[in-house]
T-cell receptor, first 112, second 115 residues
């Protein structure tokens, strides 16, 4: 059974600081996704990572994938309040199957 | 506007009363999926569909049914709802299965309460 773990589950950080969210998964996968969810809202797709060493960046967020370590990171640079949200990673363990397993999410709060 | 729609957005019902949550997408996507979101458990996949008439179980399919008779619609059916199906439900769709950098679009969610 595929397990996806995110750390930390809760993160409170000051504006302007940098931090990293970690996503570990238990079986081989070559596709990993990051999503953002604002309170009471739906999920918004942030990044799709398709291969070992993949790195994607959008504004203050950067995601990377290490398939050998079964680890993805979401790095936040110089955090701003607008980034407060819950972030999920999700893993597709079977290529072409599309079955996604989500992590439990990281609730990020940026304090002014 | 490209979107995934769900109806109803909120529903309170009683145990055993059959219900259907509709999901429709206007992007001609092949792949569609249903998830439920519960506190502390994240999102769990219920069922997914790779194309018309092709559906498969996700991680938590018990108590649910789906159908995919048309490409744009993917309804979720609860034949005999129980209180443990109280949850927030999301439908999602995606253009191409099996690869690529396509994103997955999520519907607005349906909050279901079963008394």
């Amino acid at each position: 059974e595929l397990k996806v773990e995110q750390n930390p589950l809760f993160l409170s950080m000051q504006e302007g600081k940098n931090y990293t969210i970690y996503c570990n998964y238990s079986t081989t996968s070559d596709r990993l996704y990051w999503y953002r969810q604002d309170p009471g809202k739906s999920l918004e797709s942030l990044f799709v990572l398709l291969s070992n060493g993949a790195v994607k960046q959008e504004g203050r967020l950067m995601a990377s994938l290490d398939t050998k370590a079964r680890l993805s990171t979401l790095h936040i640079t110089a955090a701003v309040h607008d980034l407060s949200a819950t972030y999920f990673c999700a893993v597709d363990a079977n290529f072409g199957n599309e079955k996604l397993t989500f992590g439990t999410g990281t609730r990020l709060t940026i304090i002014p | 506007e490209a979107q995934v729609t769900q109806n109803p957005r909120y529903l309170i019902t009683v145990t055993g009363k059959k219900l259907t949550v509709t999901c429709s997408q206007n992007m001609n996507h092949e792949y569609m999926s249903w998830y439920r979101q519960d506190p502390g458990l994240g999102l769990r996949q219920i069922y997914y569909s790779m194309n018309v008439e092709v559906t498969d179980k996700g991680d938590v399919p018990e108590g649910y049914k789906v159908s995919r008779k048309e490409k744009r619609n993917f309804p979720l059916i609860l034949e005999s709802p129980s209180p443990n199906q109280t949850s927030l439900y999301f439908c999602a769709s995606r253009l191409v299965h099996g690869g690529g950098t396509d994103t997955q679009y999520f519907g607005p969610g349906t909050r279901l309460t079963v008394l």
